[in-house]
């Protein structure tokens, strides 16, 4: 693999331990992939932040490198951690769950994830000007990376919780998979018979897509994207192939910004009914829990909540997570208000499937979410109720 002098250098440790150990893993993973050389990326995102992920080994491995002093070169962002930072009591956590939590977050804010201030999210575009079309950035988060090289048209791989510091200390990627043109072509034909409408059942057809290809990237023929929620659509079919399967990237004709260059491939994949999807997600019973914004929520699916609950009772409290920012703006603009007196709460920094859900005393959760459902079942070990916003809470109304 070619590299600059500048590389050599701080593989050769001239920049100190924390850069050397970053280019060995940067350089490592490019031997692997067969790369040639090192790529600058404009920003990083960095996930396994959640202690029951990362338990006391995790914590260690953290403060080995804030202790060689390791500081980011670009842009960092933070996924999110289990609980919301400020709000952990009112959730139920655990003190000493909550204490080694927030060590977590401190430790990457002493490596300047965040400028110093980690707003930790799963839906990073929200938080700052999204990257450009052709950028490269290196984001961790299935969802996420998704998002950036389909609807934004940015090129990332999914990086890996060590890759993902290596390349925020580096500010460099080893050139490969997705950062290389000739990969993003697609892979199969996907055609729909069930026009999908609400964002339920774009996230119940993602999960049958990604169920049946892998790691393939599908390029959507006759798929309408239509407002309202269009773009919470197009990123809950997103987070659904990454988490069913593990699709990287998808084109949608007429929608996505690089569907245009590829013509159809030849193998195909017809969609039926997206019942399918619903029965395979969808456990059926009560719930203790409503959850919204898995991936993290947008301004407009915070809105269209609080226009649904508005006036309403519900008996069973639905959590609402999103970033720090996109709640500010809510907060500031009533919805949150709303949301809560119908018995609702706007949670930021958290995300319940990497929650330790059962010791909270939740057994059940309902969800609009393909992603959230797989994880909720096969992570946090809890039942879940997959539909419609609209059915989920009709269920749950006082
Ligand atoms: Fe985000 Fe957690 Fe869902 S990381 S995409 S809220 S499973």
């Given at each position: 693999m070619r590299l600059t002098a500048e590389e050599r250098s701080w593989l050769g440790g001239e920049a100190g331990p924390a850069l050397q150990r970053a280019m060995e893993i940067v350089v490592a993973l490019g031997r692997i992939y067969g790369a040639e050389r090192l790529i600058p990326v404009e920003s990083v995102q960095i996930s396994g932040v959640s202690y029951r992920n990362l338990g006391e080994a995790g914590l260690r491995f953290l403060r080995r490198w804030v202790e060689e002093g390791a500081r980011v070169r670009v842009p960092t962002f933070l996924n999110p951690t289990a609980m919301d930072l400020a709000a952990w009591r009112e959730q139920g956590f655990d003190p000493h769950f909550a204490a080694r939590q927030a060590e977590i977050v401190d430790l990457f804010a002493q490596m300047g994830v965040g400028a110093g201030e980690p707003m930790p999210t799963c839906a990073p575009y929200y938080l700052a000007r999204p990257p450009r079309a052709g950028s490269h950035v290196a984001w961790a988060e299935s969802s996420a990376v998704s998002y950036a090289n389909s609807l934004l048209g940015a090129r990332t791989n999914r990086e890996g919780g060590p890759g993902a510091i290596a390349a925020a200390l580096t500010g460099r990627v080893a050139e490969y998979g997705l950062h290389l043109e000739a990969n993003r072509r697609p892979t199969v034909t996907v055609a729909v018979q069930e026009p999908p409408r609400t964002v339920a059942d774009f996230s119940a057809l993602g999960a049958l897509v990604g169920r049946e290809i892998g790691r393939g990237i599908p390029y959507f023929v006759d798929l309408r994207v239509e407002e309202p929620l269009r773009e919470a659509k197009l990123k809950a079919l997103g987070a659904a192939m990454a988490a069913t399967g593990a699709v990287a990237l998808y084109h949608v004709a007429?929608?996505?910004?690089?569907?245009?260059q590829f013509t159809p491939p030849a193998a195909r994949l017809t969609v039926g009914s997206l019942r399918e999807g619903y029965a395979m997600l969808d456990e059926g019973g009560d719930v203790d829990l409503l959850w919204v914004g898995c991936p993290h929520a947008s301004l407009e699916e915070i809105e269209r909540v609080a226009a649904r609950v508005a006036g309403r009772r519900l008996r069973r409290p639905l959590w609402i997570t999103c970033s720090r920012a996109v709640r500010r703006v809510a907060v500031e603009a009533g919805w949150a208000e709303r949301i809560e007196a119908a018995g609702g709460r706007l949670y930021a920094?958290?995300?319940?499937?990497?929650?330790p859900l059962r010791d909270l005393g939740i057994r059940a959760v309902g969800t609009t979410s393909a992603k959230g459902a797989f994880y909720l079942r096969n992570l946090a070990g809890v039942a879940v109720r997959f539909g419609t916003l609209d059915d989920l809470l009709d269920s749950v109304v006082s």
């Open positions: 007429g929608v996505t910004p690089e569907a245009a920094d958290a995300c319940l499937a990497i929650a």
